[in-house]
């Protein structure tokens, strides 16, 4: 369901004990609050940046696909039975290097949430029970299940092609999952956006701040809130990282789009708060990459993040689990986007004839050759694990149709967009 308003796996060793932070030990056990599950506060972390962003660098790397194991009792099962979205504690072990006790929960909502049974998106935080603990500088890890994607590969050719246009985007990799022994199947690695991800994305302008502005959903009742600019959701939108203001920037935003909508000049109602040309670029590999559940044509699955050095906000993208489709597929259209902001610009003459300009720098800036050649790489590395995963949702058949029709998108969309733009 969505939104419409809306080869075998490779041992390897990535770093050494060293390296590793705060790792488990046999005594100076510390009990988890609420299980009887222990974790070690003896081990001193050890600062090691250049070590750690070698480990995260192979970690999130289209190479290898890595061996991650998660243990859970039967208490913690339970526990995400209950409540999945909260955090329970439990262990993991990525190519067999422990990583001791970590909160694990379960992720995703309307199209991709899983139980326990099925195949579950998770999140594993190593500092849920001590805000101090890093695995080898990582605070974090998000595996995401693809069960909407039968190919495996829209988030990494979505989040390379974002980064290659220059949009700062989480880094990938690809995981082979066990819970308790039991095989999950091919997961794909997403970069956790949290004040590391800030500092490699936004080099010196990494203490803003960044909000979520992905819909909120209540599955008790079915029901869902979409999140934009201007439209009475401002105290909605969620702060992941910065300090609490009541989402004054959010607010800032909202207001200067409504005087948009108006009619005002973009330019001087709204440039100091937005950077125009970041944002330009990000709607263009939107298109480019038929991101149908992204910011403009769904107001969904997406970031803003407010540089400190001058204020100005920035659009993140997530999530492309319903990329590289036609827009006509959801009733939707490129010329008629229902972002609020979008919409704006496109009622814009200036701001409109600015977007075009920023898509063919875009489509100029792109080298699909390299791309291309990565996404066979990817596809080889990967496409045995999928077709064996126990727990994907579509036939055998389908891994390799899905990724073909893929890779024929990418080869199209360029001229797809000068059509559209007149470019």
């Not at 994305?201 to 599955?219: I, M, R, S, T």
């Not at 439209?231 to 948009?260: K, P, R, W, Y």
């Not at 906000?313 to 827009?327: C, G, N, S």
């Not at 009733?331 to 919409?343: E, I, K, Y």
Request: proline content about 4%; glycine content about 10%.
């Amino acid at each position: 369901m969505f939104l419409l308003l809306a080869c075998a796996p490779s041992n390897i060793s990535l770093g050494t004990e060293d390296s590793a932070g705060v790792r488990p030990g046999d005594s100076g056990l510390e009990e988890v609050p609420g299980s009887d599950t222990a974790v070690d506060d003896t081990a001193e972390p050890v600062d090691d940046p250049e070590a750690d962003a070698a480990y995260q660098d192979a970690l999130y790397s289209s190479e290898v696909v890595h061996e991650i194991a998660i243990t859970l009792d039967r208490d913690a099962e339970l526990a995400l039975r209950d409540d999945p979205y909260a955090y329970t504690p439990g262990e993991v072990a990525i190519d067999g290097e422990d990583g001791g006790t970590v909160g694990v929960r379960l992720r995703g909502k309307i199209g991709s949430f899983r139980e326990l049974s099925g195949k579950p998106k998770f999140k594993i935080d190593f500092a849920q029970y001590d805000t101090g603990r890093r695995f080898h500088g990582l605070h974090a890890l998000a595996l995401n299940n693809s069960v909407v994607d039968c190919g495996y590969l829209r988030d990494p050719l979505g989040y390379r092609i974002f980064r290659d246009a220059g949009v700062g985007t989480a880094r990938t990799g690809f995981a082979s999952v066990t819970v308790n022994g039991e095989a999950y199947g091919l997961y794909v690695l997403v970069e956790v956006p949290d004040e590391q991800y800030l500092e490699i994305a936004f080099p010196d302008d990494d203490e803003g701040q960044l909000y979520d502005g992905k819909y909120e959903y209540n599955p008790n009742t079915g029901r869902y809130t979409l999140l934009d600019f201007g439209i009475g959701v401002d105290d909605h939108f969620q702060l992941e990282e910065g300090t609490e203001n009541g989402n004054a920037e959010i607010v800032a935003v909202s207001d200067a789009v409504s005087a948009m909508r108006r009619g005002n000049n973009p330019e001087t109602e709204i440039a100091t708060l937005i950077d125009w040309e970041q944002v330009h670029r990000q709607w263009a590999v939107e298109e480019l990459i038929g991101h149908l559940d992204g910011y403009m044509l769904n107001t969904n699955n997406y970031r803003v993040y407010f540089r400190p050095s001058d204020g100005k906000m920035v659009i993140l993208p997530t999530d492309f689990d319903y990329a590289f489709q036609d827009a006509r597929n959801w009733g939707m259209s490129w010329s008629t986007p229902r972002g609020t902001l979008a919409s704006a610009c496109w009622n814009s003459t200036e701001c409109a004839a600015n977007h075009a300009a920023a898509m063919s720098t875009v489509i100029d800036g792109l080298d699909y050759d390299e791309i291309l050649a990565w996404y066979d790489e990817i596809d080889a590395l990967t496409l045995e694990i999928a077709k064996d995963d126990p727990r994907r949702e579509c036939g055998s058949s389908q891994v390799g149709s899905n990724r073909a029709s893929l890779r024929s998108w990418t080869v199209t969309a360029v001229d797809t967009a000068r059509d559209h733009w007149g470019i």
